[in-house]
Nanobody, 123 residues
């Protein structure tokens, strides 16, 4: 069973930056698509960003394109999400998810999930 653990959430002012990390329990995830989703209170879980197994292809939701960057270091079994120019509407619990190829942007297609980390952006 693949396990992933998120870290790096916290409180930041609007316009600020924050970085999230997601570390997998073992190296099998080097062949996995890794993605970030988020869920705000009262809303559905939504796709944020994803990276192919080698980081060669990345995908972003329109709402974060140009502000967020996803990357991965397979030697560390870790994927990152760098968030710049944060807005209050980015406030959510951010989840790391993993699946075999191909890259998909729907939460139900991902079988492996972390417990999430809270990001709060104050105005």
């Amino acid at each position: 069973q693949v396990q992933v653990v998120e870290s790096g959430g916290g409180l930041v002012q609007a316009g600020g930056s924050l970085g999230l990390s997601c570390t997998a329990s073992d190296s099998t995830t080097v062949s996995f698509v890794m993605a970030w989703f988020r869920q705000a209170p009262g809303k559905d879980r939504e796709f944020v960003a994803a990276t192919s197994w080698n980081g060669g292809s990345t995908y972003y939701a329109d709402s974060v394109k140009g502000r967020f960057t996803i990357s991965r270091v397979n030697s560390k079994n870790t994927v990152y999400l760098r968030m710049n120019s944060l807005k209050p509407e980015d406030t959510a619990v951010y989840y790391c998810a993993a699946k075999l190829t191909p890259v998909l942007t729907t939460a139900r297609d991902y079988p492996h999930w972390g417990k999430g980390t809270l990001v709060t952006v104050s105005s």
